[in-house]
C-alpha cells in the first residue's frame, strides 16, 4: 500500500498524513509509525489532497477531471465532483468544514457541497487555475493561475472582486487569518499581498513551486526547483525573516509540502513515502522512501537499448549500468556518450555517471544535432534557457546560454539548420543555429500547454500537446489535427523514412498519424499508466515507448 510513482501532495490533521500520487493513489498514514493505514484511488493522477478542519474527511483532486470525498479513517468513497472540465489541481475545505473548493486546468474556481453537487463556478481566469485558499471566515476564496493573476471571489455576489497583476506565473499561495496573501512566483520571489499593496522577497533562485503557511506557528515554508527549501518566520511588519534553509535531498519534489505541528515539515517525493524535515536539528527523515519505477525516458542506440526514469538508474538492455543520485528526464546520444539528465538540474554521463554540467534549475530535454560536420547538445531548462555544449577533449564545454522563455522547455528538435522549441507556455521558436538568431517565435501556438515536438522534414516541425492536437507548423503554415487520445498527449516521434507519427500520452494511448496522408491510422492502449516518451528503434523497425509502469511498449508501422 505505498507509491510507486512521484508524491504530488501532501497534507496534515493530527495523528494523520495523507499523500497524492502519480500512481493515482491516495494514502493515508500513521504520523507516529510512518506506516500506510488505508488506501483511496483515482482513474487518474491524484494532484493533492487535503483534510478538513473538523478531521472527518479527506478531498483529492485528480487529472481525472474530479475532486473526491472520502470518510475517515477508512478513506470510504462517499462523492464524487465531477463538474470540471480537466485537471483538477487542487481541492481544499471552507473553514467550517461545509464545503469544498476546487480548482481546475479549465480555469475555473468551483464550490461543491459534501454531496458532490456544484453550487458556484467562478469564471474570469485566462490560464490554467493552479491553487487556492479561503479567506478564515469562509466568505471569500484566493486563486492563482499561470495568467499571471491573483483573483479573490465572493461568495455571496458569486463574482470576482478583486485581481492583482503580478504579470508572472505563480504556483502556490497562502492566506493568513488576517488577510495577508503569501504566493510564490517563477522568479523565484514570495508576493505578499496585504490590501492593494504589494510586496517581494527574493527568496530562491529559481521558480518557488509550494508554499505552505501555518498560522499557529506563524511559519512559511518554500519550496523551489533550485534545490532548496527555506523556512520564514513573520515578523510584527509583515516581511518574512529566514530561520532556516536547506538543500532538498534527490528524492524530493518541490512541489508538495505541509508543516506539522510539532514544527518538523514533511514533503512529497519521487518514491514510495513522504520524507520529514526536522528544523531544529537541520536533518532529512528519509526512511522507506524507496525510489519508484516509473521510466521517462527510452533510446536505442544502434542494438542497445537505454532507459532511465525516476530513481535515476541508468538501465542498458534491461541492466542497470550507471546511478545517476536523481531523477533523470531525457537522454541523447552522441557518437561517443550517451547523456541524461533531470531534476537536479545535473547533465550526466549515463554510462558512467560522471558529472559534465550543473545548471540552476532542472533539465527536461535534450538532443544532439550536427552542423558542417560538428556535432553539438542542446539541452532545455525548466526555466526557459537552451544550453549548448560541444564536446571537447575531456568533456563538455557550454557553447551558448540562450534565454527563450519565461517558462520550461518541454521539447526539442532540428532540420536544416534550423532549432525548433516548444515552452509550457504554449509558445514556440525557431533558431538559426549557425548564429542563434531567433528566426521566429509564436506565442500561444497551442490552446494549453504544449509538451514535445519532432522535425517531419527540412521545413515542417509537429508539435503535441494538452489540447489533444497535432499541430503541423511550417513559415508559411499551420495544420491542427485533433487526436483521438483522451487526455494530454506527452510525447511525439517520427520513423527513419519520415511516414509515421506516433503520438502518447498521459492516459496511456497511443496514436499512429500518418504523414504523407495527414490522417490518423491506429490507435491502441497497451497501459493504463501515462506514456513517457517515444523513440524509433532502427534495427526493429518499429517504435518503442516507455511508460510510468516501468515497462516498453513496441509498436509496428501501419502500411
Request: net charge negative.
Amino acid at each position: 500500500m505505498i507509491h510507486v510513482g512521484p508524491i504530488a501532495g501532501i497534507s496534515a490533521h493530527g495523528r494523520y498524513i495523507a499523500t497524492a500520487g502519480y500512481d493515482n493513489k491516495v494514502i493515508l498514514w500513521d504520523s507516529n509509525t510512518h506506516k500506510p493505514l488505508a488506501r483511496g484511488m483515482h482513474d487518474h493522477l491524484v494532484n493533492n489532497c487535503a483534510f478538513s478542519p473538523d478531521g472527518k474527511w479527506l478531498v483529492s483532486a485528480s487529472s481525472d477531471y474530479s475532486a473526491r470525498l472520502w470518510a475517515l479513517p477508512a478513506l470510504r468513497l462517499t462523492s464524487v465532483l465531477s463538474d470540471h472540465g480537466d485537471d483538477v489541481d487542487m481541492a481544499v475545505f471552507s473553514p467550517d468544514s461545509q464545503y469544498i473548493a476546487t480548482c481546475a486546468l479549465d480555469r475555473q474556481v468551483r464550490v461543491f457541497n459534501l454531496q458532490g453537487e456544484c453550487l458556484v463556478s467562478f469564471k474570469g481566469h485566462t490560464g490554467n487555475v493552479l491553487a487556492l485558499a479561503w479567506t478564515s471566515d469562509g466568505r471569500h476564496l484566493v486563486s492563482t493561475s499561470v495568467d499571471g493573476t491573483i483573483r479573490q471571489w465572493d461568495l455571496t455576489s458569486r463574482s470576482e472582486f478583486h485581481r492583482t497583476d503580478l504579470n508572472v506565473r505563480t504556483d502556490s499561495l497562502e492566506i493568513s487569518a488576517q488577510g495577508v496573501i503569501y504566493a510564490g512566483d517563477d522568479l523565484g520571489r514570495i508576493v505578499i499581498i496585504q490590501g492593494e499593496q504589494t510586496h517581494y522577497v527574493q527568496a530562491h533562485r529559481a521558480g518557488i513551486k509550494k508554499v505552505v503557511w501555518d498560522e499557529a506557528q506563524t511559519m512559511l515554508v518554500c519550496l523551489s526547483y533550485d534545490r532548496t527549501m527555506s523556512m520564514w518566520s513573520m515578523a510584527e511588519s509583515g516581511d518574512p525573516q529566514e530561520k532556516a534553509r536547506t538543500e532538498l535531498p534527490e528524492p524530493i519534489w518541490a512541489r508538495a509540502a505541509v508543516i506539522l505541528p510539532n514544527g518538523k515539515v514533511a514533503t512529497g517525493t519521487f518514491g514510495s513515502t513522504y520524507a520529514v524535515f526536522d528544523i531544529a536539528s537541520n536533518s532529512w527523515n528519509m526512511n522507506d522512501v524507496v525510489a519508484g519505477h516509473g521510466l521517462n525516458d527510452v533510446l536505442k542506440v544502434n542494438s542497445e537499448l537505454y532507459t532511465v526514469g525516476d530513481a535515476g538508474t541508468v538501465f542498458q538492455n534491461g541492466r542497470p549500468i550507471a546511478e545517476m543520485g536523481s531523477l533523470c528526464n531525457f537522454l541523447v546520444a552522441t557518437k561517443t556518450n550517451v547523456l541524461t539528465g533531470g531534476q537536479m538540474g545535473t547533465l550526466f554521463d549515463a554510462r558512467s555517471g560522471k558529472i559534465l554540467y550543473k545548471h540552476h534549475s532542472p533539465l527536461n530535454c535534450g538532443l544532439v544535432y550536427v552542423d558542417e560536420d560538428e556535432e553539438f547538445i542542446v539541452i532545455g531548462a525548466y526555466t526557459g534557457e537552451l544550453l549548448v555544449f560541444h564536446q571537447e577533449a575531456g568533456g563538455y564545454a557550454l557553447l551558448h546560454e540562450i534565454k527563450v522563455y519565461e517558462n520550461a522547455v518541454k521539447g526539442l528538435s532540428y532540420a536544416n539548420g534550423v532549432l525548433f522549441s516548444v515552452c509550457a507556455s504554449t509558445d514556440i521558436a525557431w533558431h538559426r543555429v549557425a548564429d542563434w538568431s531567433l528566426l521566429k517565435e509564436l506565442d500561444h501556438a497551442h490552446d494549453k500547454i504544449a509538451n514535445d515536438c519532432c522535425a517531419i522534414d527540412d521545413e515542417h516541425f509537429a508539435t503535441v500537446s494538452r489540447d489533444r492536437t497535432l499541430r503541423i507548423w511550417s513559415d508559411r503554415k499551420t495544420e491542427i489535427y485533433p487526436s483521438p487520445h483522451p487526455n494530454s498527449v506527452k510525447c511525439i516521434s517520427i520513423s527513419q523514412d519520415r511516414s509515421n507519427v506516433l503520438t502518447g500520452c498521459y492516459g496511456g494511448t497511443l496514436a499512429m498519424f500518418n504523414v504523407p496522408k495527414r490522417r490518423w491510422s491506429k490507435v491502441s492502449r497497451p497501459t493504463v499508466s501515462g506514456i513517457s516518451s517515444i523513440t524509433w528503434d532502427e534495427s526493429n523497425q518499429c517504435f518503442l515507448a516507455s511508460s510510468y509502469d516501468g515497462h516498453i511498449y513496441p509498436m509496428e508501422v501501419v502500411a
